[in-house]
DNA sequence: CGACGCATTGATCGCGCTCAAATGTCGTGG
DNA sequence: CCACGACATTTGAGCGCGATCAATGCGTCG
């Protein structure tokens, strides 16, 4: 995470995507394509790379891309006239990227860190998808599960408390289940806050309370380790997700 | 709204629908299906009828049918242990329910009201729909349509005002634009206060506020309509939906 | 070494919540 | 038609959580 692309066989962007190789495609809307199909996707897919904090699109503007990611961290977020921010959500490798929008783009997507995605023009991948119905199916498949995200955060972001959003952060971010590997945070205070519908010393003074608990252990600021994941559980109010 | 049905031709629940002569198939899922699909659609649908209160689906319980409703209005909402309450959005009737699930509800959903549903069993449903392209795609499309829906509310409920989110609400419940018709309010304070994160007394307070504006014109309580909609319009910090 | 950006910590403020009471609405039965 | 009770809504008083304002710490880069 916060991934320094190895510059070595630096990949020119507008290239035709290698889906065949591609690390991500298991997790991606690509996967269990029979291999035709795949070729058929590729062919209208180009390599598109972005450094931090380009904007890979913007809301309100029209839909004319989607884009899958194959490295890298995106943030997407909404915001007010006054420059409020709301992080609507983070999409990490694998990600499909463009299916809330109409014919605009419903958020702006930015990159954390340098990013590397696969392009699609609009009306060539819908196109493609309306006569390959395992893609459309997978598609539905993800917007369906992105509902479910998306209702849960909006019960975080109606009715709990700082503690919890935060100790529910901490949660979604922690590898499935049992492990008490290292939690590498790619996005600044900022965006976790923005996220959580909180301010930055809110997050801060959060943090510093739960590893003040023993419930987390935090050397670095954007690196921690889950010490007390059933403590933090309690406080998220745990859901079924 | 609140509608009380007419008791004259009183539906028995189970029997096969009617999707031909049905009033709200052009805003469903089901419109635009050609004649054949649609009588196969009919073909697995069976009306249910619910009172009020009545729970149509509940959150984490395993996902055997899907809804589309034909009258009456539904609150989507989820829950914290502790009983806080967190309304994820309101359906009318047209709108498909089930969407937002896994293998089991995202969702609980209750009839606000007495309420009209064809239901299909789940498997059955999904069979026809990978043989159907239309219809999923229309569904791909409903799904796509309520993420934007479901962005939005993320800003609302992360970094608005209480202001804000109640004239933001009033503008969402108001006809496309223009008219100054009566808004009916098929729903109680409290669920407006789940539904923006808010009490029923800031609700309350705030609507107030804006009737002693001059904004809204509230006689009874859940009748009531827009006078200053530009006004309105830049307290909700109006966004790009 | 200083300048900058990000994170942490402290002090204080205010929006929206909580607790409490009054008022309004509506259905029911005399 | 009115009296009554149950329940929803409105209004008031005071408080607390998280925001705001401000200062300090810390790592990185020129």
Redesign the interface.
């Given at each position: 995470m916060s991934v320094v692309i190895p510059v070595v066989p630096r990949i020119v962007a507008g290239r035709i995507a290698h889906c065949e190789s591609c690390g991500v495609r298991a997790r991606s809307v690509c996967a269990n394509l029979p291999e035709g199909d795949l070729m058929r996707l590729a062919s209208i897919s180009t390599v598109r790379q972005c450094g931090p904090g380009e904007v890979i699109m913007m809301?309100?503007e029209p839909a004319a891309s989607y884009h899958n990611i194959t490295s890298g961290f995106v943030r997407?977020h909404?915001?007010?006239?006054?420059g409020?921010?709301?992080v609507?959500g983070f999409a990490r490798p694998g990600d499909f990227l463009g299916?809330?929008?109409?014919d605009?783009y419903?958020?702006t997507a930015t990159a954390i860190g340098p990013v590397t995605l696969c392009r699609f023009p609009r009306d060539r991948f819908r196109t493609l998808m309306?006569a390959l119905?395992t893609l459309?199916?997978r598609?539905?498949g993800v917007?369906?599960?992105?509902?479910?995200i998306?209702?849960?955060?909006?019960?975080l972001?109606?009715?709990?408390t700082a503690r919890e959003r935060v100790a529910s952060f901490l949660l979604d971010l922690a590898p499935p289940c049992g492990e008490t590997g290292v939690i590498l945070l790619p996005m600044t205070r900022t965006d976790i806050a923005?996220y959580?519908?909180l301010t930055i010393e809110t997050v801060s003074r959060t943090l510093s309370a739960f590893r003040r608990e023993k419930r987390i252990d935090m050397k670095v600021p954007n690196q921690l380790v889950l010490v007390d994941r059933n403590g933090l559980s309690r406080i998220a109010?745990a859901?079924?997700l």
């Open positions: 809301e309100g997407l909404k915001s007010l006239p006054d409020r921010e709301q609507t299916l809330a929008s109409e605009n419903g958020v309306h119905p459309e199916d598609l539905l917007a369906s599960h992105e509902l479910v998306a209702q849960e955060r909006m019960l972001l109606g009715r709990k923005d959580l519908g109010q859901s079924a």
